[in-house]
């Protein structure tokens, strides 16, 4: 490859770097070409999944920022899954993948400016997706709602029985 091609190849996984929420570091080595299409089909439309040679990849890496310890990722046969949407479907992807075929060994990576452990990114993948999560946090804020609504209503409704009682109590006396 040419120089000129080279220093294009750098800027534009620069730019994936820095406009993607996430990028996971895998080895792919031992995946059939039709696997790692397949792969490409399991991430959907958030993610892309790039082999990339890993003296770009550094360069790249270090011109977008990233931390050293995401430069020490770059061994061996790499692939890089960035991620431009939500990060935890991406990351059950790449996980649940991984488990299907051994071959793909997630290295770690780095989401919205952290580095992340292979293990931190299998946490992730065991979150629920973002609808989830917002319908739940929906469901207990109005959850919380219906319980205020009710407190308000009781103190009223206990002062009236306590007038009753009281106005019965000296309607015997």
């Given at each position: 490859?040419?120089?000129?091609?080279?220093?294009?190849?750098?800027?534009?996984?620069?730019?994936?770097?820095?406009?993607?929420?996430?990028?996971?570091?895998?080895?792919y080595r031992g995946l059939?070409?039709?696997?790692?299409?397949?792969?490409?089909?399991?991430?959907?439309?958030?993610?892309?999944?790039?082999?990339?040679?890993?003296?770009?990849?550094k360069i790249s890496a270090?011109?977008?920022?990233?931390?050293?310890?995401?430069?020490?990722?770059?061994?061996?046969?790499?692939?890089?899954?960035?991620?431009?949407?939500?990060?935890?479907?991406?990351?059950?992807?790449?996980?649940?993948?991984?488990?299907?075929?051994?071959?793909?060994?997630?290295?770690?990576?780095?989401?919205?400016?952290?580095?992340m452990t292979p293990d931190?990114?299998?946490?992730?993948?065991?979150?629920?997706?973002?609808?989830?999560?917002?319908?739940?946090?929906?469901?207990?804020?109005?959850?919380?709602?219906?319980?205020?609504?009710?407190?308000?209503?009781?103190?009223?409704?206990?002062?009236?029985?306590?007038?009753?009682?009281?106005?019965?109590?000296?309607?015997?006396?």
């Amino acid at each position: 490859m040419a120089r000129p091609d080279k220093a294009a190849a750098v800027a534009e996984l620069t730019e994936e770097f820095r406009s993607s929420q996430g990028a996971v570091l895998t080895e792919y080595r031992g995946l059939t070409v039709a696997q790692l299409t397949e792969l490409r089909r399991s991430l959907g439309q958030n993610a892309r999944f790039r082999v990339v040679k890993n003296t770009l990849s550094k360069i790249s890496a270090k011109e977008a920022g990233l931390d050293e310890q995401v430069l020490d990722l770059f061994e061996g046969p790499s692939a890089i899954a960035f991620v431009r949407g939500d990060v935890v479907e991406a990351a059950k992807g790449l996980r649940d993948f991984s488990k299907a075929n051994s071959p793909l060994v997630i290295k770690g990576g780095v989401i919205d400016g952290k580095p992340m452990t292979p293990d931190e990114i299998n946490q992730l993948a065991d979150l629920e997706s973002r609808e989830v999560l917002l319908s739940k946090l929906a469901g207990a804020l109005k959850a919380k709602q219906g319980q205020a609504a009710a407190l308000f209503q009781a103190l009223p409704s206990k002062t009236v029985r306590l007038a009753q009682a009281l106005h019965d109590k000296r309607a015997e006396a």
